[in-house]
C-alpha cells in the first residue's frame, strides 16, 4: 500500500509507485509501467467510512488511539493511496 503522505516511513512509495499514485489520483482504474527494473502494477485504494474513524478529522490533530501519530483529514470515497504491485527479476 503506497501513500504520499505516510503515518508510518516505511510505508513510502518508491518514486514510480508514487507516479502511479498520482495517476490513479486522474481517475484511472489500474495503471502499469515496465521500467528498467521492475514491473508495476497498481490500483487506487479508496477512504471508506470505517477508514475514517482513525484517518479522518482535520489533517494534524492528535490521534487519540494512536498518540504517535496525527491524523491524516481523509474524506470519503477520496483515492488516499494505491495497491501496488512490484516484481523485479532475480539478481
Ligand atoms: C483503528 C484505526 C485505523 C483504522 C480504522 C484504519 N487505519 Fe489505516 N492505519 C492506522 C495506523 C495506526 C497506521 C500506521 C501503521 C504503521 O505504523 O505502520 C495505518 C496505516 C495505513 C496505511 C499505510 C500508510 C501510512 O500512513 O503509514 C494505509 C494505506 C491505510 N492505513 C489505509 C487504511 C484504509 C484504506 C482504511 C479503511 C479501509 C484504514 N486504513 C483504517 C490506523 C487505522
Redesign the pocket.
Known amino acids: 500500500?503506497?501513500?504520499d503522505?505516510?503515518?508510518?516511513?516505511?510505508?513510502?512509495g518508491d518514486e514510480t509507485a508514487l507516479e502511479l499514485l498520482a495517476e490513479l489520483r486522474r481517475e484511472a482504474k489500474a495503471v502499469e509501467r515496465q521500467t528498467q527494473n521492475a514491473y508495476y502494477y497498481a490500483e487506487p485504494?479508496?477512504?471508506?467510512t470505517?477508514?475514517?474513524?482513525?484517518?479522518g478529522g482535520s489533517k494534524g490533530e492528535p490521534?487519540p488511539?494512536?498518540p504517535?501519530?496525527t491524523k491524516?483529514g481523509?474524506r470519503e470515497g477520496e483515492v488516499?493511496?494505491a495497491a501496488v504491485a512490484r516484481v523485479s527479476p532475480k539478481k
Open positions: 500500500m503506497v501513500v503522505n505516510p503515518r508510518n516511513p516505511n510505508n513510502k485504494i479508496r477512504a471508506k470505517w477508514c475514517l474513524r482513525c484517518h490521534d488511539m494512536f504517535k501519530y491524516d481523509w488516499i493511496g
